[in-house]
């Protein structure tokens, strides 16, 4: 079955790292979108980055410079490189692929920042 499925949140410091992945299973999806999402209390399902099948990336303005995105589409990946993490980026962090009208959504993992 087709399924998206991430790794990599956890408990941090401000100021500190931390890498999520995102691992696609049941077919290729070289011709998706890649997108993580962040669901934090209070707001609504924002999106955080964005990097298109050509490899074309975009970032909300809160994380511009500190985080990456990037795929690997041998092992239809995403990865989400967040550096100088803070508080607000406190939330559950959410993976989609999207082609056309088709998104597809994992379950998310959870990133705490202490301050």
């Known amino acids: 079955q087709v399924q998206l499925v991430e790794s990599g949140g956890g408990l941090v410091q401000a100021g500190e790292s931390l890498r999520l992945s995102c691992v696609g299973s049941g077919r290729s999806f070289s011709t998706y979108a890649m997108g993580w999402y962040r669901q934090s209390p209070g707001h609504d399902l924002d999106l955080v980055a964005q990097i298109t099948s050509d490899g074309r990336t975009m970032y909300a303005d809160s994380v511009k410079g500190r985080f990456t995105i990037s795929r690997d589409n041998t092992e239809n990946t995403v990865s989400l490189q967040m550096n100088s993490l803070e508080p607000e980026d406190t939330g559950d962090y959410l993976c989609?692929?999207?082609?056309?009208?088709?998104?597809?959504w994992g379950k998310g993992t959870r990133v705490t920042v202490s301050s």
């Open positions: 989609s692929f999207t082609r056309g009208s088709v998104s597809l």
